[in-house]
Protein backbone atom coordinates (compact mmCIF):
# COMPACT_ATOMS: atom_id res chain seq x y z
CA UNK A 1 0.00 0.00 0.00
CA UNK A 2 1.01 3.62 -1.26
CA UNK A 3 1.57 6.29 1.29
CA UNK A 4 1.36 10.25 0.46
CA UNK A 5 4.58 11.04 -0.49
CA UNK A 6 6.24 8.11 -0.50
CA UNK A 7 7.18 5.91 -3.64
CA UNK A 8 7.35 2.15 -2.93
CA UNK A 9 10.72 0.55 -4.66
CA UNK A 10 10.31 -3.42 -5.22
CA UNK A 11 12.00 -6.26 -7.24
CA UNK A 12 9.81 -7.90 -9.28
CA UNK A 13 12.62 -10.10 -11.36
CA UNK A 14 16.33 -10.05 -10.32
CA UNK A 15 16.82 -7.92 -13.41
CA UNK A 16 13.90 -5.55 -12.68
CA UNK A 17 13.24 -2.35 -9.80
CA UNK A 18 10.26 -1.31 -9.69
CA UNK A 19 9.12 2.28 -8.50
CA UNK A 20 5.35 3.30 -7.94
CA UNK A 21 4.09 6.58 -6.54
CA UNK A 22 0.87 8.16 -6.55
CA UNK A 23 0.43 11.93 -7.06
CA UNK A 24 -2.28 14.58 -6.78
CA UNK A 25 -2.68 15.22 -10.36
CA UNK A 26 -4.12 14.40 -13.46
CA UNK A 27 -1.73 11.68 -15.43
CA UNK A 28 -1.44 14.76 -18.27
CA UNK A 29 0.05 17.11 -15.66
CA UNK A 30 2.57 14.49 -14.48
CA UNK A 31 3.86 13.46 -18.11
CA UNK A 32 4.01 17.18 -18.79
CA UNK A 33 6.49 17.64 -15.36
CA UNK A 34 7.89 14.64 -16.90
CA UNK A 35 8.80 15.72 -20.36
CA UNK A 36 9.71 18.97 -20.54
CA UNK A 37 13.11 20.10 -19.57
CA UNK A 38 12.52 23.31 -18.00
CA UNK A 39 10.27 21.35 -15.49
CA UNK A 40 12.63 18.18 -15.50
CA UNK A 41 15.24 20.76 -14.08
CA UNK A 42 13.21 21.39 -11.32
CA UNK A 43 12.33 17.83 -9.94
CA UNK A 44 15.01 15.41 -10.77
CA UNK A 45 18.02 14.90 -8.83
CA UNK A 46 15.63 15.92 -6.01
CA UNK A 47 17.86 17.56 -3.20
CA UNK A 48 21.27 16.01 -4.19
CA UNK A 49 22.25 18.69 -5.97
CA UNK A 50 21.14 21.12 -9.02
CA UNK A 51 20.13 19.48 -12.72
CA UNK A 52 22.65 21.86 -15.07
CA UNK A 53 21.03 20.49 -17.99
CA UNK A 54 17.65 18.53 -19.21
CA UNK A 55 17.68 18.03 -23.13
CA UNK A 56 14.71 16.17 -24.53
CA UNK A 57 14.01 15.08 -28.11
CA UNK A 58 10.61 13.49 -27.34
CA UNK A 59 9.94 10.90 -30.60
CA UNK A 60 10.69 7.59 -30.81
CA UNK A 61 14.43 7.25 -31.55
CA UNK A 62 15.03 10.67 -29.74
CA UNK A 63 17.82 11.07 -27.43
CA UNK A 64 17.33 12.58 -23.62
CA UNK A 65 20.03 13.41 -21.11
CA UNK A 66 20.28 15.20 -17.66
CA UNK A 67 22.99 16.49 -15.89
CA UNK A 68 23.42 17.20 -11.88
CA UNK A 69 25.88 18.89 -10.03
CA UNK A 70 25.42 17.00 -6.84
CA UNK A 71 26.31 18.63 -3.29
CA UNK A 72 29.37 17.35 -3.45
CA UNK A 73 30.53 19.02 -6.42
CA UNK A 74 31.07 16.26 -8.94
CA UNK A 75 28.97 15.78 -12.15
CA UNK A 76 25.86 13.20 -11.97
CA UNK A 77 24.64 12.45 -15.68
CA UNK A 78 22.65 9.87 -17.45
CA UNK A 79 21.54 9.72 -21.16
CA UNK A 80 19.41 7.13 -23.29
CA UNK A 81 16.56 6.63 -26.42
CA UNK A 82 13.28 6.67 -26.79
CA UNK A 83 12.15 3.48 -27.76
CA UNK A 84 8.35 4.26 -27.12
CA UNK A 85 6.33 7.25 -26.57
CA UNK A 86 2.12 7.13 -25.68
CA UNK A 87 1.50 10.83 -24.77
CA UNK A 88 0.30 10.97 -20.82
CA UNK A 89 0.45 7.16 -21.10
CA UNK A 90 3.48 5.19 -21.81
CA UNK A 91 7.22 6.08 -22.32
CA UNK A 92 10.22 3.64 -22.90
CA UNK A 93 13.43 4.12 -23.05
CA UNK A 94 16.76 2.81 -22.65
CA UNK A 95 18.92 4.19 -20.01
CA UNK A 96 22.57 4.60 -19.27
CA UNK A 97 24.48 6.14 -15.97
CA UNK A 98 27.51 7.94 -17.24
CA UNK A 99 29.74 6.58 -14.91
CA UNK A 100 28.44 3.19 -15.59
CA UNK A 101 28.14 2.89 -19.29
CA UNK A 102 28.32 -0.90 -20.09
CA UNK A 103 25.17 -1.18 -17.45
CA UNK A 104 22.57 0.00 -19.78
CA UNK A 105 19.30 -0.36 -18.91
CA UNK A 106 15.76 0.04 -20.46
CA UNK A 107 13.05 1.95 -18.85
CA UNK A 108 9.38 1.87 -18.93
CA UNK A 109 6.98 4.72 -17.56
CA UNK A 110 3.43 3.72 -17.59
CA UNK A 111 0.76 6.12 -16.29
CA UNK A 112 -2.58 5.39 -15.06
CA UNK A 113 -5.45 8.06 -13.64
CA UNK A 114 -8.54 7.01 -11.40
CA UNK A 115 -9.91 10.57 -10.19
CA UNK A 116 -8.00 13.00 -10.76
CA UNK A 117 -5.08 11.31 -9.04
CA UNK A 118 -1.85 9.44 -11.01
CA UNK A 119 -0.03 6.42 -10.14
CA UNK A 120 3.18 6.22 -12.11
CA UNK A 121 5.07 3.12 -12.65
CA UNK A 122 8.92 3.22 -13.45
CA UNK A 123 9.77 -0.41 -14.81
CA UNK A 124 14.06 -0.54 -14.58
CA UNK A 125 14.93 -3.47 -16.94
CA UNK A 126 18.52 -4.19 -16.01
CA UNK A 127 20.57 -6.43 -18.57
CA UNK A 128 21.52 -9.14 -15.01
CA UNK A 129 20.97 -8.86 -11.18
CA UNK A 130 24.61 -6.86 -10.76
CA UNK A 131 23.66 -3.89 -12.44
CA UNK A 132 20.28 -3.87 -10.84
CA UNK A 133 22.15 -4.34 -7.33
CA UNK A 134 24.79 -1.87 -7.86
CA UNK A 135 21.23 0.23 -8.81
CA UNK A 136 19.67 -0.59 -5.67
CA UNK A 137 23.02 -0.18 -3.50
CA UNK A 138 24.18 3.20 -5.04
CA UNK A 139 21.78 5.04 -2.75
CA UNK A 140 19.25 5.72 -5.46
CA UNK A 141 15.87 5.32 -3.34
CA UNK A 142 16.36 8.55 -1.10
CA UNK A 143 17.83 11.08 -4.23
CA UNK A 144 14.46 9.15 -6.33
CA UNK A 145 11.72 9.80 -2.97
CA UNK A 146 12.85 13.68 -2.76
CA UNK A 147 12.45 13.71 -7.10
CA UNK A 148 9.24 12.25 -6.47
CA UNK A 149 8.13 14.74 -3.88
CA UNK A 150 9.57 17.77 -6.11
CA UNK A 151 7.27 16.11 -9.60
CA UNK A 152 4.43 15.98 -7.15
CA UNK A 153 4.60 20.00 -6.22
CA UNK A 154 5.31 20.11 -9.89
CA UNK A 155 2.32 18.15 -11.21
CA UNK A 156 -0.05 19.90 -8.94
CA UNK A 157 0.77 23.28 -9.32
CA UNK A 158 0.53 22.94 -13.27
CA UNK A 159 -2.96 24.20 -14.60
Not at 33 to 57: F, H, K, N, Q, Y
Not at 133 to 144: K, L, Q, Y
Request: net charge negative; charged share 25%.
Amino acid sequence: MMTKNSAVVSLPEPTQVLITREFDAPRHLVYRAWTTPELIRRWWGGDRGTCTSAEVDLRVGGRWRYVMIANGGFEVAFHGEYTEIVPDERLASTEIYEGMPEAEATSTLTLTEAGGRTTLQLLVQHSCREHRDAHIESGMEEGMQESMNHLDQISSDLT
